[in-house]
């Protein structure tokens, strides 16, 4: 099943002539396996890219795309509708966080970050509070990779390259302390202070009055699975509250069960004013993401508008609420009631807990972090190659059929929901193997 050539394509975030002297090609995928072009089976041990929470290739949501295809190929979302785009959104209101049942259909991470900040800087000025267009990030965060993404985001790699778009943009420290919370199991118990910092310095620096937003990760995935000091989201929500500041919660990653809750939201009880998702929302079947409000950032769109035919958002995507995205989120978030994934997600974290933090010990293991079903594993990078090591993990384990996830030399674990426990114990001895053979 190899194709013929190769070069053609120029992949995404991808060390393109590495990969392609030595391709690693995913075929077909069904439950926690993906089948690779010689017909070996690899476990899943990252949810395809943060995505597959209920496991690849289900049948009710294959089905339902299928059904959806040959029924209604594409209908316009502006100025038009189709009937699964209301339900995809009741159902997805219906899921969420309390006080988030305003829904914004778009089709990716990125897109949904870029439009929860223009949400947040278009609804200070709809109120007559025009001057608040500042966007506070974080150091270390992910909101993918459009220019506001980009801005507000933390990851100096994805920044260098191009001049960042937005001018009135400043960071958060990142809250990752290995010297203070090493091997901490779940929330890290030092760190708070850093919350404060939005209070101490950034809103002192810039004057609440022009501060529109800050967004954050509530666990920071890309980066390296970096988890929020106990009590740290609290106070954001309590500094934004204050001056009056929206709370962006971007989650991305978190969403869907990842946790062992529904939403970072429930797992950390902090709702935001606006939550972006995507990924697991469609279980990664087809592109979509999506941005929740609360309905009083809504409504003031509705009320500033003058006259009934305004159109009170300019913002939306060709592809927003496409039908068969819509049919692939339906059936995802009704397979995830059916089957209590994210109840068994928080039934299956203690073990996937103990099982991560066995490899305290391991060669090269600097620092182990883990909530829910998702652990990372801080390796010592090799000097003067900084990530190359966590490269390393990455092609041992995938040769001995197990797919891990590196970010520098981070390891990241993130398995479908449905992962169970043999599986679990597979993953992380793979991963020890490797680091015993490893330099
Ligand atoms: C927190 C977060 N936001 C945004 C994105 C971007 O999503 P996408 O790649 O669908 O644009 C990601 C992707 O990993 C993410 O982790």
Redo the contacts with the bound molecule.
């Keep these: 099943m190899k194709p013929a050539d190769l070069d053609a394509l120029w992949m995404p975030f991808t060390s393109n002539r590495h990969y392609k002297a030595s391709p690693r090609l995913l075929c077909a995928a069904d439950g926690m396996y993906y089948t690779d072009d010689s017909g070996r089976k690899v476990l899943d041990g990252t949810s395809g890219?943060?995505c597959v929470n209920a496991g690849h290739n289900r049948r009710p949501i294959v089905e339902a795309i299928q059904r959806a295809a040959a029924v209604l190929d594409y209908a316009p979302p502006f100025q038009m509708g189709h009937p699964q785009m209301f339900e995809a959104a009741t159902a997805l209101a219906g899921m969420a966080p309390a006080g988030l049942d305003k829904v914004f259909f778009v089709n990716?991470?990125?897109e949904a970050?870029d439009t929860a900040l223009k949400i947040a800087q278009a609804y200070h000025r709809v109120r007559g509070d025009a001057a608040r267009v500042k966007l506070i990030g974080r150091e270390r965060g992910?909101?993918?990779?459009n220019y506001g993404?980009v801005a507000v985001g933390g990851i100096a790699g994805n920044r260098k390259h191009f001049p960042v778009g937005l001018a009135a943009v400043d960071h958060l420290r990142h809250p990752l302390d290995i010297d203070r919370n090493a091997f901490s199991r779940g929330e890290p118990a030092f760190g708070i202070e850093l919350a404060d910092e939005l209070e101490s310095r950034i809103v002192t620096l810039h004057d609440p009055s022009t501060i529109a937003a800050v967004i954050v990760?509530p666990m920071q995935?890309?980066t390296g699975v970096i988890l929020p000091p106990k009590g740290y989201l609290k106070r954001l929500r309590e500094i934004c509250d204050k001056y009056g500041i929206l709370l962006i919660f971007?989650e991305?990653?978190t969403g869907f069960g990842r946790l062992g809750a529904p939403w970072a939201s429930q797992r950390f009880d902090v709702v935001p004013d606006i939550l972006t998702c995507?990924?697991g929302l469609t279980n990664g079947a087809v592109p979509m993401?999506a941005v929740l409000v609360k309905p009083a950032i809504h409504d003031a769109f509705m009320a500033a508008a003058v006259g009934e035919r305004a159109i009170e958002f300019p913002h939306g995507y060709t592809y927003s609420g496409h039908p068969l995205a819509c049919a692939a989120a339906i059936a995802t978030l009704k397979l995830y009631r059916d089957e209590q994934l994210f109840e068994r997600s928080a039934g299956m974290a203690p073990a996937f807990e103990e099982a991560a933090h066995s490899l305290r010990g391991a060669p090269f293991v600097k620092d182990i972090r883990n909530l829910g079903l998702v652990a990372g594993i801080e390796l010592e990078s090799r000097p003067g190659e900084p990530g190359a090591r966590g490269y390393d993990v990455f092609l041992k384990c995938w040769e001995k059929g197990v797919m891990v996830r590196f970010t520098g030399d981070v390891i990241a674990c993130s398995p479908p929901l449905i992962i169970d426990s043999a599986e679990i114990g597979r993953l992380f001895a793979t991963i020890g193997d490797v680091l015993r053979e490893i330099n």
Excluded: P
């Excluded at 992910?142 to 990779?145: E, I």
């Design positions: 890219l943060w990716s991470g990125s970050a992910y909101h993918g990779v993404g990760e995935g890309s971007d991305v990653i995507a990924k993401g």
